[in-house]
């Protein structure tokens, strides 16, 4: 990820998946990066702890970059750049 800080990545669209459990944050996320053209960013808001590993794993399969994920109080950001 380099010197890239999350914080100031341009941001395309915003997924509120907070409160959903698996796998409703994955199904949602799917969703909302078919609406994205390549090289555009999803910034997706959850709590559920398997989207820690569901997300990145998802996004390796997929063809998507995985560009981090935030802790944040009470839930974690994570940012996927369309492949």
Same mark, same amino acid.
Request: net charge negative.
């Given at each position: ?6 914080? @100031? ?8 998946? /907070? ?11 799917? /969703? @909302? ?26 996004? @390796? ?8 994920? /935030?802790? @944040? ?7 996927? /750049?369309?492949?």
């Amino acid at each position: 990820m380099g010197d890239v800080k999350l914080e @100031e990545l341009n941001v395309a669209a915003v997924l509120d998946a /907070k409160g959903l459990s698996c796998p409703m944050p994955l199904l949602r996320t799917k /969703k @909302e990066m078919g609406k994205l053209k390549s090289g555009e960013i999803l910034q997706v808001m959850g709590t559920d702890p398997g989207s820690r590993n569901d997300i990145p794993g998802w996004c @390796e399969r997929s063809g998507h970059e995985f560009l981090g994920l /935030k802790d @944040e109080e009470g839930f974690t950001t994570y940012y996927i /750049k369309k492949g």
